[in-house]
């Protein structure tokens, strides 16, 4: 069994990150306490933070990023949902081992350093579903 320990955080796709920026900030009164570019996944990155769980807003740094592709698919919204885990490399094995599609066969670096690793969302319900760990 995988049983992430919490819910890591919850990706969120903008068109304008300044603008959500500003809506996490004066309207929900939460503090952006990093931004962050990720080459890697062509986006740009916000993050605040709840309790255990953060929210990170994600604006594309190109139009055929995985981001810009699902904004012009499916608008703005929640992307993906992020679980805690204990090893990110080890989660992928479990899940592949019981049948789940893999986006990636191995933990890669993310945002914050940590280890991600994505199942596909046509084995979890419609629900890009990541792994970290530190
Ligand atoms: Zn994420």
Redo the contacts with the bound molecule.
Sequence with gaps: MIKPTHIE?I?IAVSNLNEAIAYYEEVLGLKCYAIEEVPDQKVKTAFFKIGDTKI?LLESTDPEGPIGKFIEKKGQGIH?I?FAVENTDEALKQAESKGIQLIDKQARK?AENLM?GFLHPKSTFGVLT?FCSK
Aim: charged share 25%; net charge negative; aromatic share 0%.
């Design positions: 955080h990706g990170e993906h992020a993310g991600i990541e």
